[in-house]
C-alpha cells in the first residue's frame, strides 16, 4: 500500500470513528434526557432547557411522630430516596438513587407517568420512618408540573432509659424515695385489691405504714392474678414519673405493631384495662409497663442527634 493510499484509510476510519462517537453520544444523550413514557431523566438538573416534570420532596425529623412537618422540625441530610415507575403493572426503578442536601431536601427530574418515591436508606439503623403512612409518596405526573409536597418523616431512637422496676420500688433505695404525695397519687390509681388483703388503697396518715403496705403489694405481686401485677408495674411506672426518672411526654416505639405511643398513654391505656375484665388486654399493657420500667423499649429523642 502507497503512503498516500495509507493517508486516505487513515482519514476514512478517523471519520468513521468521529461520527460512531457522534451516534452514541446522541443516543445516551436520547436516554438521559428526553422524558418519554418509559424514560427516566435524572437526579440532577437537566440540560437544555427541556420541559420535564419535577417530583421533589423533604425528609425531616418527625419530633412528635404525628406524621406532619411542623413548625421547627428540622430536615435530614444524607437520606438515600429512589423513584420507581409503574411499568407494565410493575413498580420498576428506572433511576440511580439521590440522597437529600443538607436541609432534608431531594429532588427527581421525570417523564411522565405513575411513580413512587421510597426512603431506601437513612443515616444508621436506628432510625425508623414515620409518614408517610403507606411508606412512600406516589404521584401522577404531567410534563411541567412540579410536584413538591413528596415528604418522610423519620427520628432517632435510642435503647429506653430511667426506668426503675417493682424490685427498686420495694427496696431500701426505692422506699426511701416514697412520700405522702406519692401515696395519695398511687390512691388516685383505683389499685386491684387482691382477695384477703385490706388494701390498696394504702394508708394515708402513717407514711412508714403506707410504705410497707406498697413494699408487699409490690413483692407478692403475681402475673396467676393479671390485675395485681398490672397493678403493680402501674405502681412503678407511676413512682417513676413522680420522681423524674420517666416523663409522661417520651415517645416510645413498639416494634411488633411499628407504632408510637407516650408513656403517658400507656399509663391511661392499663388504667382503663384494670378498671375492666379483659384479660388480654390487662396483660398487654402489663408487658409495656413491664418492659417500660426495665428499659426494654426504644424512646424517640426530641431531636435529631
Not at 63 to 90: F, M, P, S, T, W
Not at 152 to 159: A, H, Q
Not at 266 to 282: C, P, T
Amino acid at each position: 500500500m502507497s503512503n498516500v493510499e495509507m493517508r486516505k484509510s487513515i482519514v476514512s476510519l478517523m471519520v468513521m470513528l468521529v461520527a460512531s462517537a457522534a451516534l452514541v453520544s446522541n443516543l445516551v444523550h436520547a436516554y438521559v434526557l428526553i422524558p418519554g413514557p418509559d424514560v427516566y431523566v435524572s437526579p440532577s438538573t437537566p440540560e437544555g432547557g427541556l420541559t420535564v416534570t419535577v417530583i421533589s420532596g423533604v425528609v425531616f425529623y418527625d419530633a412528635n411522630v404525628n406524621g406532619v412537618r411542623d413548625d421547627g422540625e428540622a430536615g435530614i441530610e444524607g437520606c438515600q430516596l429512589r423513584l420507581y415507575k409503574h411499568l407494565n403493572d410493575v413498580w420498576t426503578s428506572l433511576s440511580p438513587p439521590t440522597e437529600t442536601d443538607s436541609e432534608g431536601h431531594y429532588t427527581f427530574f421525570a417523564g411522565e407517568g405513575d411513580y413512587r418515591v421510597v426512603v431506601e436508606v437513612v443515616p444508621s439503623e436506628a432510625w425508623v420512618q414515620t409518614a408517610p403512612s403507606g411508606g412512600y409518596c406516589e404521584t401522577n405526573a404531567i410534563l411541567g408540573d412540579h410536584i413538591g409536597d413528596n415528604n418522610f418523616g423519620i427520628v432517632y431512637l435510642t435503647l429506653g432509659y430511667g426506668g426503675k422496676t417493682i424490685g427498686f420500688w420495694g427496696s431500701k433505695n426505692g422506699q426511701s424515695l416514697i412520700t405522702y404525695s406519692d401515696v395519695t397519687a398511687l390512691n388516685r390509681l383505683n389499685l386491684y385489691t387482691p382477695n384477703g388483703w385490706n388494701y390498696p388503697k394504702f394508708d394515708t396518715t402513717d407514711l412508714a405504714k403506707a410504705k410497707t403496705q406498697i413494699k408487699n403489694y409490690l413483692r407478692n405481686a403475681t402475673a396467676v392474678d393479671m390485675c395485681w401485677m398490672l397493678s403493680a408495674q402501674l405502681i412503678a411506672t407511676k413512682l417513676n414519673v413522680l420522681h423524674g426518672f420517666l416523663s409522661n411526654e417520651t415517645r416510645v416505639y413498639i416494634e411488633s405493631s411499628r407504632t408510637f405511643i407516650t408513656i403517658g398513654k400507656i399509663m391511661e391505656n392499663a388504667y382503663e384495662a384494670l378498671q375492666g375484665a379483659d384479660r388480654d388486654a390487662q396483660e398487654y399493657w402489663k408487658n409495656l409497663l413491664d418492659w417500660v420500667n426495665n428499659n426494654w423499649l426504644r424512646f424517640v429523642i426530641p431531636n435529631p442527634p
